[in-house]
């Protein structure tokens, strides 16, 4: 084996999964829901999935889990931030159409129940309902010997939005400003790659890191005192946007500082990592000159694994986790506002018209699709 | 190992379920959404969960997999029905306070993604979502070869209704007639103990059944020709209620043959069986002394795993999937109108005021507890 990581070589066939999911979809029909009626799918310009009609409203529903991340806390047996991850995954994306999240459903899957995990799971998912100032509607643990090894965690969350003012890209423009806000680590991706660099390095995950682990950026859920461990910058949990961005929204659709049409697009960068920009619009481009810092666990990563940087920038957030564009004559005020609630946002980049592609600071790191 | 076979033996623990369950829900707090706003947790009579506030009417979240049904259609790689499954365990419960399905989305978790898995899983929501009338707002397809040895597929529904007509069993009265829906076979419970007993009796799932399959209340979903294989019964994809349920309670909205309140109650028959019915009333009594008839798998597993028939009934539907307590006086009215839509629908039994059990024309199938 080559000293020289990627995803693919860590177990993940993206091109593999995309042909599946098409195939998947490829065999859907259109909805029996008439347009108008309760329940119609909307079709966004963006081409949002999870839309759906409600009279006055739009509802947007999530579905997602947290992945190979589970094998982590599975093997470190600490659950206390998988319900936040999974939270995130799920709202975060909500977000993006301009959906503020209301309500979550879990779905657990274990070899066999365990009331001890099932307890900090619990606290995990109510501090991310908190978190994400959602219901946890419901939920459901099902025993599948056969089936799953080791814990599988998922969850649905849903939103609303009045019908109209949808965030679809479909307003963005060259000259929109990119405003950065900081991810708190790795998030909820690329954990196959993760835990292959990491087998490979030969470090155990209850290790002290071999980097300074502390960021001012983001806070680690700490159960060890001392130097932090491998094991709690990998499994801090994801950040849940929700606030400041619901608030964002709404500040928007109240219009006393900024009118809600000077948010143009909202990006949750997840697996694929800067190359989800490309999702917002048919042919503009992104080009991140400022980005946000690199968290150093990303760093260790990337000299550790010895991936190639361009690798690193579409697997990973690298410090940024999401990322607005917004008219540039509301910019100013968008990014007080935001720096007001959160830590480390900044703007990063601007829209340009220069072909559908993804450019940043560090020569190489450029994607023309997902 | 004895002859005579129950669930726990097939290796589900409910007890151990049921407290991990309880500790998860433990573990939470009360919403942070208030009363009154969107989102906000409503708390119906019946206990109930899942319901929410949306203005002037509630939305209900559903969610529930496939289960260990799934291994069979592993074994056999037939997909077909197993969307449908998925779509009828999450929808039938929405149906249960009332609530009307209007969208779905699935997660499938799979240990490597497989374009022509996918393919018959998308044509199975589809028809799924057009025997349910819901539109697919979305899925999520994971590649978790570290946590799942096979593909694992579970969904999320959601569903509405007008605020105020949410059915909850708290106008439940003794005297109140209970009508049954057929099943479609053994639905998507209780086959750890199938697996297991068709293991111990040595036949393969591509035998033709031992017993004449065919039955008037429901037609069998077949991939051979000739007799039924015991695969095509195992798998026969469990029954969707929407279509005759949806349109009852809109009929009794409309009020032009009887009014929504004569509804009282609408139980799904899953894991628990007949003891499901408990759920629906704290105080109030079941007696089934016209069941519907038994199907014949249900009668085969019966006698070649040797199970105590009392088993049998908490395990299974037995030919009845769904219950619906109506008030006496509109009792034929609303029999008359769902017998036009489905065949095998008859009175079953009564609601009855001699203590919360289940009782039944078998001596012995009596239920005090879910």
Chains 1, 2 share one sequence.
């Not at 995803?7 to 065999?27: F, T």
């Not at 995990?124 to 994400?132: F, G, V």
């Not at 993760?194 to 502390?214: L, M, N």
């Not at 946000?292 to 666990?297: D, H, I, K, Q, T």
Request: net charge negative.
């Amino acid at each position: 084996m080559s000293d020289r990581m990627d995803y693919a070589s860590a177990g993940v066939d993206i091109d593999l999964e995309g042909s599946a999911v098409a195939s998947l979809i490829g065999a859907l029909s259109k909805s029996v829901r008439p347009q108008g009626t309760r329940g119609a799918p909307v079709d966004l310009p963006g081409g949002f999935g999870g839309l759906i009609e409600f009279g006055e409203n739009l509802l947007a529903l999530a579905t997602d889990g947290v992945g190979s991340k589970l094998s982590i806390a599975s093997h470190l047996q600490q659950w206390g931030g998988v319900g936040i991850d999974c939270m995130a995954m799920n709202v975060n994306d909500l977000l993006c159409v301009g959906a503020e999240p209301i309500a979550f459903v879990d779905y657990v899957a274990v070899p066999k129940p365990d009331p001890a995990i099932h307890a900090a799971l619990g606290a995990s998912l109510a501090e991310a309902c908190r978190q994400a100032r959602v219901t946890l509607a419901g939920g459901e643990t099902a025993s599948l010997p056969g089936i799953v090894t080791e814990l599988d965690l998922s969850g649905t969350a849903l939103g609303w939005l009045p019908k109209g003012q949808a965030i679809t890209g479909e307003h963005l423009q060259a000259g929109d400003v990119l405003i950065g806000l900081p991810s708190s680590g790795i998030h909820s991706n690329g954990y196959s790659l993760v835990r292959k660099i990491i087998e490979h390095v030969g470090v155990s995950y209850t290790d002290e890191t071999p980097f300074e682990a502390e960021h001012p950026h983001r806070t680690l859920t700490r159960w060890t005192s001392g130097t932090p461990t491998l094991g709690e910058v990998m499994l801090n949990p994801t950040r849940i946007y929700c606030d400041p961005v619901v608030d964002l929204l709404n500040e928007g659709r109240n219009g006393t500082s900024f009118p809600l049409e000077a948010v143009r697009g909202i990006c949750h960068i997840t697996g694929g990592g800067l190359s989800n920009l490309l999702r917002l619009h048919p042919s503009l481009g992104w080009d991140i000159h400022d980005p946000l810092p690199v968290l150093p666990e990303f760093a260790w990563l990337h000299q550790a694994g010895g991936v190639e940087t361009r690798e690193m920038y579409r697997t990973f957030n690298m410090g940024m986790g999401m990322v607005l564009a917004v008219q540039e004559q509301h910019a100013a005020t968008i990014l007080d506002w935001l720096r007001e609630r959160m830590t480390g946002v900044a703007i990063v980049g601007h829209v340009v018209d220069n072909g559908h592609r993804v450019t940043h600071a560090l020569d190489g790191v450029e994607f023309d699709h997902y």
